[in-house]
């Protein structure tokens, strides 16, 4: 297992250099300084609103909803989260440009509200079914079976 460790990072490294190679030798200095400049942004905003919004929802979820239901919220809210990344900057470019370029003549905030409905049903359909499986007696493993042990 080692070996494949060290073949793995050997290839890891190796494609970020290559990938550095081709923004250096193909990108002009000007996209690289947006693209940096583009980074730090993100970074900022994930480490200083992003994380604490987070660990802050996180705390208050433990303190306020019960493990088994929490584990479902969490669920949806990561869900929602991941496709609300997506779908924020489609709904802001929205009608930006011409009638050819159709990706975005679409009404993404219908469809993200769409969506995150749909994910919020149907994970509250399988915290219901998982509350009466909870709650229904199991069957006896041997049940018609009689014990030939004295």
Known sequence: MKAWRIILAVAGIGLGLFGVFRLVTEIGVHSLLALALWMLAALAIHD???SPAVIAVGG???RLVPDRARRYLQIVLIMSGLITVIAVPMIFLRDSQPPVKALLLRNYGANLSLLIVVIAVVTLILYAVRVA???SPEAPHSAGMVSTRK
């Open 133 to 135: 499986r909870d709650r």
């Open 60 to 62: 208050t979820l433990r």
């Open 48 to 50: 200083g609103i992003l």
